[in-house]
């Protein structure tokens, strides 16, 4: 199928991940590139890293993802500048204090908003948008925490459920519209999220996972697990006992 050559977003401009993928997707041929998220006057390294891998119009534009009210007028503001992009690569997303959030409430709801309510309404607005242009792929991160909730980080675990089930529904709604939805389901990623924490089994790191992706988005795939050996282990996964699933670390 190849990749498309348009215009690159990135929702979450900061994301090791999301500007992975980017520049990856610029060493290909993709010339211009948008970094949307917080403080976008601070992307400059980036914008370099960008620039360096082939990007020739690197855009910024501010953006909130927490923000619902304030989504649509960014989204807005990328497309009149650069044109509806080919590829949207949806990367904000937090990890969120699992103890804190067993305590507090407020601290649950927070991280569900942001890695699932978020989610929903930025990929909705994407997709109508992007079935207007008749074109586009769109590029969600769901989690293998999400394929069985463990104990251990079933705040953050529910909330990857949950928008992994969206993004599975919102890919079949787009099926014949000429947009599609890659679907990414990670395992642990070593980086800036996860630092301090001891690696998990068959951890990969956000250049490995941005590999996987651009290779997924070449041959026209909908999903893809990262690394794959995690597909037939979490096939697995599901059949342990509840007694035992429950005392599973992160």
């Given at each position: 199928m190849g990749i498309d050559t348009g215009p690159v977003l990135v929702l979450g401009g900061r994301s090791e991940i999301g500007t992975a993928v980017a520049e990856r997707l610029a060493a290909r041929g993709c010339s211009t590139v948008v970094l949307a998220a917080r403080r976008s006057a601070d992307l400059a390294d980036e914008e370099a890293a960008l620039r360096r891998a082939g990007a020739t119009t690197v855009g910024r534009v501010e953006f909130d993802a927490d923000d619902l009210a304030g989504q649509a007028t960014a989204l807005d503001e990328a497309f009149e500048r650069f044109g509806p992009p080919a590829t949207v690569v949806v990367a904000f997303?937090?990890?969120?204090?699992?103890?804190?959030?067993?305590?507090?409430?407020?601290?649950?709801?927070?991280?569900?908003?942001?890695?699932?309510?978020?989610?929903?309404?930025?990929?909705?607005?994407?997709?109508?948008?992007l079935r207007a242009a008749g074109r586009g792929t769109l590029v969600v991160f769901s989690s293998v925490a999400g394929v069985r909730v463990r104990r251990a980080n079933y705040v953050y675990g529910s909330a990857k459920a949950g928008l992994d089930g969206f993004a599975s529904g919102l890919a079949d709604a787009l099926a014949g519209s000429g947009v599609r939805l890659l679907l990414v389901r990670p395992g642990f990623v070593i980086g800036r999220m996860t630092a301090g924490m001891p690696p998990a089994p068959w951890s990969s790191t956000p250049g490995q996972v941005a590999d996987a992706v651009v290779d997924a988005l070449a041959r026209g795939r909908q999903e893809v697990w990262v690394p794959a050996v995690l597909r037939p282990v979490f096939f697995l996964l599901r059949l342990l006992p509840r007694s035992i699933w429950r005392r599973m670390p992160r």
């Open positions: 997303g937090v990890l969120g204090d699992q103890a804190a959030a067993e305590r507090d409430p407020s601290t649950a709801v927070a991280v569900v908003h942001t890695d699932y309510v978020a989610h929903v309404h930025v990929l909705t607005l994407l997709a109508d948008r």
